[in-house]
């Protein structure tokens, strides 16, 4: 179950998948991310309840074929570059989008985490999304009558988690702010997990979120492996590496260069930290 983060994607990611890299904040899975890159994954199904700078980086490596969102910008900064020129220019790549609120995807991935065929929520009667997402559409309740939107269950082939802590069992140990975390990797047909440490003992307190062992696919050690975004108790979010982006996005070429520097010559999450010069003293 312990595999090297290489070897993890080689073995279990194919072109043509739908993936889902959760992380509501932090512990969004960036090492991860970027290890597809370099692997040339292509035509995957992108599915993040807010994607932000590592789908920008996919989508822009040429990734990605579709996308299942609910937001879609750099927090705090504004608009995704990469997303915007796949959407209104085709490149590299047209991009298909499906887009629901966050209660929306949630609710999806609750379904496919039960093993229902579909999620059900107050939130989009009214509005104008379904307009362009048919995959929204309405039940009536069978004791009051009422209409309640729907959506179909997700079921990522693969679901990829940062996480703070697993156990040597293959436990995995999540806190802090989880998002739709633990309903993604439940929905999924496999799990893959990258943590910041390896332990004998989680010594997780009672309520704790925990996802046991025979859920979990394979994990990977993977220290700073959401950076830039942050993991509670580890490290804090770059919020410099954020501004920095919208920049770096704006202009193909600039991206390019900086994938190629960064991501493609750059073996694994510490030699991309170095090539960043970034928490140079803490870089393992």
């Avoid at 995957?44 to 490596?61: C, N």
């Avoid at 440490?197 to 010594?203: A, K, M, N, P, R």
């Avoid at 979120?209 to 979990?216: F, R, T």
Wanted: glycine fraction near 8%.
């Amino acid at each position: 179950m312990l595999m090297d983060l290489k070897d993890a994607i080689a073995q279990h990611v194919e072109d043509g998948q739908t993936l889902a890299l959760e992380g509501f904040t932090h512990l969004i899975p960036f090492a991860a991310g970027h290890e597809i890159i370099r692997q040339g994954r292509r035509d995957l199904h992108l599915i993040r309840m807010t994607p932000d700078l590592i789908y920008d980086q996919m989508i822009g490596a040429g990734c990605a074929r579709a996308l299942t969102f609910s937001w879609g910008g750099n927090p705090g900064v504004g608009s995704l570059h990469r997303l915007r020129d796949a959407v209104e220019k085709g490149w590299p790549h047209p991009l298909e989008l499906h887009e629901h609120s966050h209660a929306g995807l949630a609710a999806a991935y609750t379904a496919g985490a039960s093993h229902l065929p579909f999620g059900m929520l107050r939130g989009y009667l009214g509005t104008d999304l379904a307009q362009v997402n048919p995959d929204i559409r309405s039940v009536a309740c069978p004791y009051t009558g009422e209409a309640i939107a729907t959506v179909p269950a997700l079921h990522p082939d693969i679901t990829i988690l940062h996480a703070q802590k697993a156990d040597r069992r293959g436990n995995v140990l999540l806190h802090g702010i989880v998002g739709a975390g633990k309903e993604a990797a439940l929905a999924a047909r496999k799990l893959l997990v990258t943590v910041e440490e390896v332990v004998e003992d989680l010594g997780a307190a009672p309520n704790a979120i925990i996802l046991p062992h025979w859920v979990v696919t394979a994990i990977s050690h993977v220290p700073w492996g959401a950076y830039p975004s942050y993991a509670q108790g580890y490290y804090e979010r770059d919020n410099a590496f954020y501004l920095d982006w919208d920049d770096i996005a704006r202009d193909r070429e600039t991206f390019l260069a900086w994938l190629d520097l960064h991501v493609m010559h750059t073996g694994d999450q510490a030699a991309f930290l170095r090539s960043l010069a970034r928490c140079a003293a803490e870089v393992p």
